[in-house]
Structures are given as C-alpha cells and as structure tokens.
C-alpha cells in the first residue's frame, strides 16, 4: 500500500492534534517513528530517484489498516513538495488545518524562540522576515517564514490544480477546538474510515507563552493578510471573518 494521505499544512495549525487524533483509529497507519516524516520537502531525497521503500519502513502496516498517511505541514508551502507527491501518488488525498495567519505567525515565532533557533523579537523578526528569509534561496526559509506561510490562497490553489479539489480537506483550528467529534467524523469519511469511531478527548490546544501578541501589530498584520483571507473565503466558500473583524480596509 503507497500513503494515500498526508495532513499538509498548516504549520502551528493544530497538525499535531490532528495527528494525535487519528492515531487512535484503528484504521489508520501513522508513522510508527515520528509525526513529521519530512520526505517531500528535503532536496536530498530527489537528488537521484527517491527512495520510497526507506520512505515506507517509517510505517507498521497490518491487515486492519485501511489507509496510510502522515503528518508534515511543512508539505503545503514547500514549493517543490505538492508535485513531488503528485509524482508518488496521483490520488493522495490532503488534511489542511488553516488559523489565523496573525495567530500563527506569532505562535511559529514562539516556537521558534523556545526552541532558540530565533532571537530577535516578533515585531523585528517580522520587520526583517524578507530580508533573512534572502538566506534559503532559491529555496524558502524554514525558520523565519512567519509571514510568508500564512498566505494561503496561493498554496491552496496550487494544490487544487494538481489533485483536484475533491482530493482536498480543508478545516480550520477552531473546529477541531469548538466542534471536535463533528469535524473528526467529517475527516474519516474524507478518508473513507468508520465515522462512528470516537477519539479519547484530549487538550491538546493550550499554549502559554512567555508573551502576548501586541495590539497594534496584530493589527498592523491583519491588514497584511487581509486580502489573501478574503481570497481563502472565496476558495474555500466559507466565512472567515472572525480573523480580519476589527480591520477596515481603507477605500480609495
């Protein structure tokens, strides 16, 4: 059996809740050895042709298992992954999680100070994203694309042309937050999984960090984001205002 899913995106999304979650279900194979597998995303696996029996030995198959997937958000906005996969699976099916871009941003730069990987302060780690981020190239930067990663539309789209839009399930961190069981049912039947299945509660969302998200930056950035949001709801067809509420767009 190849992988048939992969939950893609987005980076501090709410991935490893999700991954948390179906790991319990007794017809779904993760990785046995850990959630990000990073295989679609590293240069030096296509290098020469990719090796995809190392890429299976991650997983522990049985006869009870229905489906194969994996947990690497990084795949939705590497640029070169979604058709790297394509190559391997033409009918791979992809789990999204979006959030606030704003509230994801911040949470990746507080990840990524923790892990000190990152020293600046947010409004100078976002002030120099475009600049820092000059380092990767040509390839994008995997720390201090705070911004960068939370412009969805274009990462949406791309998968979308390549899978189709059917291949594509697209929830947002506040379900799995506000409507748990319901969006978990929505996501086994996207994998063709027993719906009735019911996952352990677990909080898994709570993060406390040494600061909080300043005001005027989170507004400043909103207004950043706020046409790509809009262009998410149009993809999408869903309402997302609750992440651009207190910003009105200036008109000319």
Request: hydrophobic fraction near 35%; aromatic fraction near 14%; glycine fraction near 4%.
């Amino acid at each position: 059996m190849q992988v048939n899913f992969v939950i893609g995106g987005a980076q501090k999304g709410g991935t490893s809740a999700l991954d948390s979650f179906l790991r319990q279900h007794p017809q779904i194979c993760m990785p046995d050895t850990r959630k990000e597998l990073h295989f679609f995303d590293l240069e030096e696996n296509f290098a020469n042709q990719p090796n995809y029996k190392r890429y299976h030995s991650n997983f522990g198959l049985t006869k009870q298992h229905r489906v194969m997937g994996e947990a690497t958000p990084i795949y939705m906005y590497w640029n070169t992954a979604p058709a790297r996969v394509w190559t391997y699976n033409p009918e791979m099916k992809w789990i999204l999680v979006l959030r606030n871009p704003v509230e994801r941003a911040f949470s990746a730069w507080n990840m990524e100070t923790r892990r000190a990987a990152e020293s600046l302060p947010f409004h100078e780690a976002i002030d120099q994203e475009a600049e820092r981020c000059r380092e990767a190239l040509p390839f994008q930067h995997r720390v201090y694309s705070y911004l960068d990663r939370g412009f969805y539309a274009s990462q949406i789209r791309r998968l979308f042309n390549i899978f189709g839009q059917d291949r594509c399930h697209i929830l947002l961190n506040e379900d799995l937050r506000t409507n748990h069981e319901k969006t978990l049912r929505a996501v086994f039947d996207f994998l063709e999984v027993d719906p009735s299945f019911v996952a352990t509660p677990a909080d898994v969302f709570q993060q406390d960090y040494d600061q909080i998200l300043d005001a005027e930056i989170s507004m400043k950035l909103t207004g950043m984001f706020y046409f790509d949001i809009k262009e998410v709801e149009r993809l999408l067809e869903r309402d997302l205002s609750a992440w651009y509420k207190d910003y009105k767009p200036r008109r000319k």
